[in-house]
């Protein structure tokens, strides 16, 4: 029998080797958090899967060093998360997402980079992924992004929210200043509490945060959530808070 010690982890003794395993718990108690790195620089992925497994309930399934593997080891691994770095040989981040959202849409994918610029935000935003993070972050940012990510949440950084209104303008061929100043009638047949939930996930806020300001419960959100989703169209709370950036111009 296996020595169960700790949390979230199972020593068990092979040939007078301890060999370690997390493991996953269920009904209602912590899950693991399953991750592919895809990054072509090497240090950086042993670096970041160091970090990782200092959590106890994540573990790295796999590391992919281009964007192809990355796309084979996605369909082999079966990963929760992938943290996909932007600029890979053969097939970069961008490309290597689009290609695993089209056969596997259950899989969140977080963008990786060291550059900040409009197009390539865009271009991973509207390639599926779920968000962009920068590679000089702090560790703590990393989990809890994706924490936040493996519940759902999606959560977008500040940073990138208050890019996107220039980043649409820039790509989309408009400027703020030949908006129309109707407003669109999705966003017209939103409840005012729906409203501000979108308002407060613009800016970057989790379901949590969200609920304490509005002094509601975590489900009550989730449902202004489904039905923000199915008025405006969209899929996602990322997608979600660019249409609402870009109604406001």
């Known amino acids: 029998m296996p020595i ?31 991750i592919l790195i895809a990054d072509d620089q090497r240090l950086f ?5 160091y970090l990782l497994e200092q959590e106890r309930e994540i573990i ?4 992919a060093a281009d964007g192809q593997d990355a796309f084979t080891l996605s369909q082999k691994t079966n990963p929760d ?11 970069d981040g961008i490309d290597a997402t689009r290609l695993i959202m089209e056969r596997e849409s259950n899989i969140k994918i977080l963008m990786l980079s060291v550059y900040d610029d409009d197009e390539r935000i865009i271009r991973a935003i509207r390639s599926g992924a779920v968000g962009y993070i920068l590679k000089d972050a702090d560790h703590k940012e990393f989990i809890r992004i994706i ?18 209104p ?28 729906e409203k501000e939930t979108l308002i407060l996930l613009s800016e970057g806020k989790s379901n ?9 419960s975590i489900e009550t ?11 405006l169209g969209v899929k996602s709370r990322t997608e979600a808070a660019i249409y609402f950036l870009r109604e406001r111009g």
């Open 147 to 164: 924490k936040a990510t493996h519940k759902g949440e999606n959560v977008i950084s500040p940073f990138l929210a208050n890019r996107i």
């Open 81 to 91: 998360i992938i943290l996909m770095d932007v600029d890979m040989p053969k097939l």
């Open 208 to 216: 949590k945060d969200i609920a304490d300001v509005m002094c509601v």
């Open 60 to 63: 790295v399934v796999g590391e």
């Open 45 to 49: 992925r042993q670096s970041l899967k």
């Open 4 to 34: 169960r010690e700790g949390y979230g982890q199972t020593i068990r003794k092979t040939g007078g080797q301890s060999l370690i395993l997390k493991f996953q718990y269920r009904g209602g108690m912590q899950m693991t958090i399953r």
């Open 166 to 193: 220039k980043v649409l303008s820039q790509i989309e061929g408009h400027t703020v200043s030949n908006k129309t100043t109707e407003p669109d009638s999705r966003f017209i047949h939103l409840t005012e509490k």
């Open 221 to 231: 959100i989730k449902s202004h959530l489904q039905a923000i989703y199915k008025k």
